[in-house]
């Protein structure tokens, strides 16, 4: 088993408290996206989405409550539209295989650490990356940009 990862289950909720959802088995992919999108959807310096395979997601309540956001490249974002927590995020060519979800919205320890900066030719200006992990012009799987 990797070391960046987690086998119990985990809780999450968002800010209001409405919608909750679990997970178990945290994937070791833990990336900070410093893409334009996840900027403005977690109006932060970036997101850290936590993984899991898409059988160890689940929404436990709250579902009326979330609204869907599907951008202009397909990718489909979820939030509560009565707190505006970002939740989940799904790329459009996952093939929902993976769900990804905001790794700020876990009420437990998650167990894993950020493991890499994805798409930080779009990274905010006004924020410095001061950790060695590596990074990423865009995907992971495409140009590094560290040793
Ligand atoms: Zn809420
Ligand atoms: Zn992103």
Redesign the pocket.
Known sequence: MHSNSSTSIQHGSCLCGAVKYQVCDLLPNVGH???K???KFHGAA??TFGEVASQNFSWLSGETNLQKYVAHNGSVRQFCRRCGSSLT?QASDSHGSVVEFSLGTLDSHSGVKGDAH??TESKADWFDIHDDLPQYKTHRDGEKLND
């Open positions: 996206c410093h893409c999108m996840c900027r970036f997101s995020f994805i798409f």
